[in-house]
């Protein structure tokens, strides 16, 4: 149990072009999604906590417009690349979180990425 | 700001081994760590988790150390095996109620030498 899954896992696009990225928990509910980035050779940075059927909180430096992100039900969260540029090219990783709130269960269960690269 | 670090980017264990990966945290609000596993081009995988009302818990081949003292974090693995390469992070869970975030150290990458 607990698998999360991403559509697509790697996309090449053109400079300028919106790309969207699905992220989905198959057999649990998230209320809370996460969504990170990571460089090469760098550590996971969370972008942005994406709680069901509210607006994501970004974190400082993560420019909302450009990220769009919506978590429209329990088991689906999309992270929207708008007008993408090369710069934006890296892999883009989610994570679930069952429950809500602290609780005793704080785990987060990640998806296997997706790559982005902007040509 | 707040972070979590690292203090070996890479180690490089001989097969049967065990390894020894080192955390600092800065953040002495944290109520909760987690170490990942994340193989080339794949996500993070949970290993092991400690609360910091612990100092140490087991796992399968794994042990997490916590010394609030000192503010350290350490990832034992036993018997170290090819398997077992990979990029290692510890993580902190900072935050309360409905709005919690992991936070990921650097990491250290895990070589091991058959």
């Known amino acids: 149990g607990a698998v999360v899954s991403q559509h697509p ?49 970004y974190e400082q430096g993560v420019e909302k417009d450009k990220f769009l992100i919506n978590h429209a039900s329990l088991t689906l969260s999309t992270l929207t690349v708008t007008s993408a540029h090369p710069e934006d090219s890296s892999f883009y990783i989610c994570s679930a979180k069952r429950g809500f709130g602290g609780g005793t269960n704080n785990e987060q269960f990640f998806g296997p990425g997706t790559r982005l690269t902007v040509l | 700001g707040e972070s979590v670090g690292l203090h070996l980017p890479t180690l490089s264990v001989q097969e049967g081994d065990n390894s020894i990966i080192n955390c600092a945290y800065s953040n002495s609000a944290s109520d909760y760590f987690i170490w990942y596993k994340q193989e080339s081009g794949k996500g993070p995988q949970f290993i092991i988790d400690i609360r910091s009302n612990m100092d140490k818990r087991q796992g399968q081949r794994v042990t997490v150390l916590l010394n609030k003292t000192v503010k350290h974090l350490s990832l034992q693995i036993a018997a170290t095996q090819p398997g077992d390469s990979a990029v290692y992070f510890c993580a902190e869970n900072t935050g309360s ?18």
């Open chain 2, 97 to 114: 109620g409905g709005y919690q975030k992991v936070t990921f150290g650097t990491g250290t990458k895990l070589q091991v030498i058959p």
């Open chain 1, 9 to 57: 896992s790697r996309v090449i696009c053109k400079s300028g072009t919106s790309v969207k990225i699905e992220c989905r928990s198959l057999d649990f509910q998230a209320t809370t999604m996460f969504w990170y980035r990571q460089f090469p050779k760098q550590s996971l940075m969370l972008m942005a906590t994406s709680n069901e059927g509210s607006k994501a909180t």
